[in-house]
């Protein structure tokens, strides 16, 4: 009883007067008037959007949401101007960017990323701030963006080596290149604001493309600080910025017809929907990563040590709130007690805390209206047959949430069907794993699923069903995105189109070849435009 008053004490006491907050972590409002367009920071004096953290500060007249700042509310009149600009800028493939050699383009991108490497401690204290995010896991995800653009860099370097030759068949001489594919529309989340959203910015930029960058709901103001170098590293016209509401500035320009690709990470429903409005569908690609509700299979032969640990971190890594996370756990019933008795008490040891405490592991929601969301399913699980098992689960201050361990779940639940996104772990017992197999069949999502087993035979039995219904299979292990080598991808409504820092690079892109027949005045007319370089594309130039 000690350890449960300690807990919610703790859970209580979270928010705290603003004063009390180590000098280091505190921040300024941060008022934003000004958004890239056309190569330049254009002042906006029009309406503001109020940013508020999920962070709770206390002041005389009790606490509140701490305002981080304002950002530009901007209307379709810019958005239309940013699509003008960004459609000059390509040029029908004959702008400055889509023409420019591939060795230029890298050295703009690796001036970006010094630029960006200057703003590092502002970035990671603005995620902390706008999405509730921990030091250490807001310094992983700027970290690892930069070596994800030093990657692609490195991988663009090696397409082109391998670009760099002619081949010849047939009788015919060609030369094979990947080219860009036009305007490309950029949208986001909020839970990874700067390193899901520069998975397809980065590598569609990189490619000749130029960009339309619509900030997320959350974490807007953590890219204000890199908007200078957007601005000191490409060509104008090459990024523009677009803020305002989705629902009001989004839908004229796919109406257009002038953005080439889509590339949203989201929900599947709005991204149909925004397909639906493009004029031409045939000139549309579309880069999605999109709704999934991953499973994790624990069977009588699994380590249940090593499944609660795996569980753990693939179920509440940053609250639950990632596409990859954990969010339906199946244990078979032999084990299901004992497992869901491990998984409890680790739940219980959880750190809840602000962003920046030390060893925090559970912090507050950016979402407001999530909290009453997440009480629905809880409310709706507890009315279908299941308990909340784990200590202070499901307990509420304001926008801080402690997670709920929920068991037995059932397929008449929200919490089977519905995609929580937060802090609830779902468990289903099960008798034969033709359930979870039947589960994952009859799901309208394929992303990816995690097998906990040591027997290699019944591991085998899933692995060969799982990889026609999923796009990765995990092993005694989360599921994850990375290592970032790896393609990222969905089946069904989970996604469309792949993404690895190689497949990015051929999704944001098109293979265009220059032929001819191999004669010898032929071969002589290609020799002397390579060794004159008159063109960027016909070379053999080899990038070191």
Known sequence: MENLKASIDAINTLFTDESLIPDQYKISEIHQREYLLNGQLVPWNGETTQVF????????????RKLVGTIPH????????????????????QGVWPTMSVEDRIACMQKFVYLMIQQREIVIKLLMWEIGKSL???????????????????????????????????GILAQIRRSSLGVVLSMGPFNYPLNEIFTTLIPALIMGNTILFKLPKHGVLAHYPLLNAFKEAFPPGTVNTLYGRGAEIISPL???????????????????????????????RSILSLDAKNAAIVTKNADLDVAVNECLLGALSFNGQRCTALKLIFVQKEVAQEFVAKLSNAVAALKPGLPWEKDVKITPLPEVDKPAYLKECLDDALANGAKIINE????????????????????????????????????????STDEPIAYQINASHGMQVSIFSEDPQEVASLIDPFVNLVSRVNINCQSQRGPDVFPFTGRKDSAEGTLSISDALRSFSI??????????????????????????FLSTDYIF
């Not at 953290?53 to 509140?64: L, R």
């Not at 080439?260 to 599947?268: H, K, P, T």
């Not at 709920?404 to 017992?429: C, R, S, T, W």
């Open 74 to 93: 901007t209307t379709v009149k810019e958005a239309m101007e940013s699509l003008d600009a960004a459609v000059a800028a390509y040029d029908n493939g």
């Open 136 to 170: 250490g896991d807001s310094t992983k995800e700027f970290d690892r963006t930069v070596e994800y653009i030093n990657a692609t860099i490195d991988a663009l370097k090696d397409l082109d080596r391998q670009s760099s030759r002619f081949e010849e068949s047939e």
């Open 254 to 284: 796919m109406e257009s017809g002038k953005v080439n690709v889509l590339a949203f990470i989201g929900s599947s429903k709005v991204a149909n929907s925004l397909k639906k409005l493009h004029p031409m569908a045939n000139r549309l």
């Open 392 to 431: 202070n689960g499901g307990y509420t201050n304001h926008s801080f949430v402690f997670p709920a361990v929920v068991y037995p779940v059932n397929d008449k639940m929200k919490l089977y069907h519905e995609e929580q996104f937060g802090p609830i772990i779902p468990v289903v017992p099960f008798n």
């Open 511 to 536: 293979r265009s070849l220059v032929a001819t027949k191999a004669t010898t005045a032929n071969k002589t007319l290609f020799n002397s435009i390579v060794r004159d370089h008159d063109s960027n």
């Open 53 to 64: 953290s999920p962070v709770f500060v206390g002041s005389g007249e009790g606490i509140s």
